[in-house]
């Protein structure tokens, strides 16, 4: 079938990702367009969210139904909703509304609902009848706002991060030169952190690490529901950044530690299988680029070299594993500057949402002394341009891309249809892009 829709009336003749100028002040504003062919990479693209804008959630959260048929998003106006993909392509997205002025955590793994905060305890919204049901009430300790949540994949555990009530803040001093601008306050604050789990069924809490650092990224594994993975927060060059620890009591084990001066990695996420952690490596920073993995089991590693212009904030890999993809980098993004903070120029990121193909390299080296680490390349191909989107977290988004259950799709959040006034933060939306070129 043909596409059964392109862009809206009167926006013909305006590439779809090129910014909205703003219209007359008697007349409404247009709404974004709602499909449209990207005119650079010859990609379709689809606009999920209403036409107030919507967001969908963070690159590591699971935001698909198990079957794959919904997908959740936040609307602009605080709503938590789905969006039917079971005709995705086909005829124009259906959006309905599950519950006004809610923001989940993340949609089950095996249950049809979508984890949410309501005060002091954690509700499940079932995101076809909107029914909800009290799952947890959160220890004393953990009901303070903030910290962090994730759910294991046999929803028999929900996974947090809250203050240490018992632990003791400690000074931290800068290294030699500090860190300049806003970041030098905020770095490795010292404030006591630990991980918890609170048993879904018997109420039962379980601290299994403390520390006294920006403990954040909580994520759980999407096949073994004791493999927790977190990060330290902070100026990536200063952090050895990416951890795992067990619901088991396994204590905390590093995943990847640093080796040069100025060596940054992290946004790390799992594999669908659940057997490897993948990251943004670079060595050093803001200069040789690496999509890399671990295997948990056997330490082994495996880095994909990219091109400086495809490097991305954030990656993700299709559901089966044989292929990746990338949501690019702006001006402000972390491979942009100096580890002093100043401003590549030029900057050389590519503002594309990137399909990527690994090409392992071929041939061994003879490993008689310990695991070498494979390596190889990416095979890159232009989705949809991002020129004119806004990846500043201050004023604009990053696009947080998740592939689709059947991995056709990409979805991820965009601002390129709005042009914000100075200092003022754009509307965001959320897209579909097909990963097949469209014919």
């Not at 079938?1 to 008697?26: E, K, Y």
């Not at 449209?36 to 990609?43: N, S």
């Not at 990060?231 to 620890?245: L, M």
């Not at 590519?350 to 690994?358: M, R, V």
Request: glycine share 10%; aromatic share 8%.
């Amino acid at each position: 079938m043909r596409h059964p829709f392109r862009i809206l009336p009167g926006l013909l003749l305006a590439a779809a990702h090129l910014t909205v100028l703003a219209a007359d002040s008697a007349a409404p504003a247009m709404p974004p367009p709602s499909d449209w062919i990207d005119p650079e990479t010859g990609h379709r693209v689809i606009r999920l969210s209403p036409d107030n804008g919507g967001s969908s959630l963070y690159f590591h959260q699971n935001g698909y139904t198990p079957e794959g048929d919904k997908l959740i998003l936040h609307t602009r106006d605080g709503a938590l909703a789905t969006v039917d993909l079971t005709t995705l392509g086909v005829s124009p997205p259906k959006l309905a509304i599950v519950a006004p002025n809610t923001r989940a955590i993340a949609t089950a793994w095996r249950t049809r609902e979508a984890y949410v905060r309501r005060d002091t305890v954690i509700v499940a919204l079932h995101l076809d009848t909107k029914t909800e049901r009290v799952v947890l009430q959160l220890p004393a300790v953990a009901q303070a706002r903030g910290g962090a949540y994730a759910l294991n994949c046999d929803e028999s555990l929900l996974v947090g991060i809250t203050r240490d009530p018992d632990g003791q803040t400690l000074p931290r001093t800068p290294p030699p030169g500090g860190l300049g601008g806003t970041l030098e306050p905020t770095w490795a604050a010292g404030t006591p952190k630990m991980i918890y789990t609170v048993n879904v069924k018997t109420g039962e809490m379980k601290i299994l690490h403390r520390e006294n650092d920006w403990t954040n990224h909580l994520q759980c594994s999407p096949t073994d529901p004791l493999q927790i993975l977190f990060c330290h927060e902070g100026p990536w060059h200063y952090n050895d950044r990416t951890w795992t620890v067990r619901a088991d009591g396994t204590p905390a084990r590093l995943l990847h530690e640093r080796t040069m001066n100025m060596e940054i990695e992290g946004n790390e996420f799992f594999s669908p299988d659940g057997k490897k952690v993948w990251y943004d490596l670079q060595t050093p920073r803001s200069t040789v680029f690496w999509l890399a993995n671990v295997d948990l089991a056997t330490g082994h590693r495996t880095w994909y070299h990219l091109k400086r212009e495809e490097w991305s904030v954030h990656y993700n890999v299709s559901p089966d594993g044989k292929f990746f993809a990338g949501d690019g980098g702006g001006p402000g993004s972390v491979a942009a500057r100096t580890g002093d903070g100043e401003l590549l120029d030029p900057p050389g990121n590519g503002q594309w949402i990137y399909a990527f193909y690994p090409q392992p390299m071929r041939g061994s080296s003879f490993r008689d002394k310990k695991d070498l680490i494979d390596i190889g390349t990416i095979k890159s191909e232009r989705l949809v341009s991002m020129a004119q989107h806004n990846y500043s977290k201050e004023t604009g988004v990053e696009p947080n891309l998740t592939f689709t259950r059947d991995g056709k799709w990409l979805i991820f959040s965009g601002n390129f249809h709005t042009n914000p006034g100075r200092g003022q933060r754009a509307i965001t939306h959320t897209y579909a892009v097909e990963i097949a070129r469209a014919k």
